[in-house]
T-cell receptor, first 111, second 112 residues
Framework: GQQVMQIPQYQHVQEGEDFTTYCNSS?????IQWYKQRPGGHPVFLIQ?????EVKKQKRLTFQFGEAKKNSSLHITATQTTDVGTYFCAALGGSQGNLIFGKGTKLSVKP | EAQVTQNPRYLITVTGKKLTVTCSQNMNHEYMSWYRQDPGLGLRQIYYSMNVEVTDKGDVPEGYKVSRKEKRNFPLILESPSPNQTSLYFC???????????FGSGTRLTVV
């Protein structure tokens, strides 16, 4: 079935440094979604990318969808302690509703 | 206020004792889904439903049952829980356009 591989598994940064997490698939994706889960919380939807080569920004967060629609990235500029959490990518599996998650990248930020 | 309500938040039970985790949403969403989250394994889909009376298996359905008799409710049933079902469970809902799921607050289940 559909799988999305996410790297790195962990990332430790100093506050103010940039952070990037990558999501890769062996098959073409119809779309890709990104979620953030704060420690002790539940996943919260951030954004969906649909078009080949699409780039979207949310303040310090930049999301990209690859030209071949097989990979995606989330980049955070100048991390803050509020960015701490686990970031997941997710893609549709065999049918609508079958949303498959990557294993996530856990971000810690040292003040 | 748009809500996905899961109950209970915490549950400790014994092996073999049937239990139900409830999930209710007030957003009129067609899609509902159950995930379990385990360290190092991320979020794995158990079952999902695309509408009333329509359910399908996710990646890890063994040992679980679901039903979707009403649009707003999607209970997760463990007929005979085992310790390997100790996990953090999330219910999630989404509109037909699949524009992102809204997650409940989670149910931490321990089976001893």
């Amino acid at each position: 079935g559909q799988q999305v591989m996410q790297i790195p598994q962990y990332q430790h940064v100093q506050e103010g440094e940039d952070f990037t997490t990558y999501c890769n698939s062996s098959t073409t994706l119809s779309n890709i979604q990104w979620y953030k889960q704060r420690p002790g919380g539940h996943p919260v939807f951030l954004i969906q990318l649909v078009k080949s080569g699409e780039v979207k920004k949310q303040k310090r967060l930049t999301f990209q969808f690859g030209e071949a629609k097989k990979n995606s990235s989330l980049h955070i500029t100048a991390t803050q302690t509020t960015d701490v959490g686990t970031y997941f990518c997710a893609a549709l599996g065999g049918s609508q509703g079958n949303l498959i998650f990557g294993k996530g990248t856990k971000l810690s930020v040292k003040p | 206020e748009a809500q996905v309500t899961q109950n209970p938040r915490y549950l400790i039970t014994v092996t073999g004792k049937k239990l139900t985790v409830t999930c209710s949403q007030n957003m009129n969403h067609e899609y509902m889904s159950w995930y379990r989250q385990d360290p190092g394994l991320g979020l794995r889909q158990i079952y999902y439903s695309m509408n009333v009376e329509v359910t399908d298996k996710g990646d890890v359905p063994e040992g679980y049952k679901v039903s979707r008799k009403e649009k707003r409710n999607f209970p997760l049933i463990l007929e005979s829980p085992s310790p390997n079902q100790t996990s953090l469970y999330f219910c999630a809902t989404g509109p037909r356009s699949s524009y992102g799921y809204t997650f409940g607050s989670g149910t931490r289940l321990t089976v001893v």
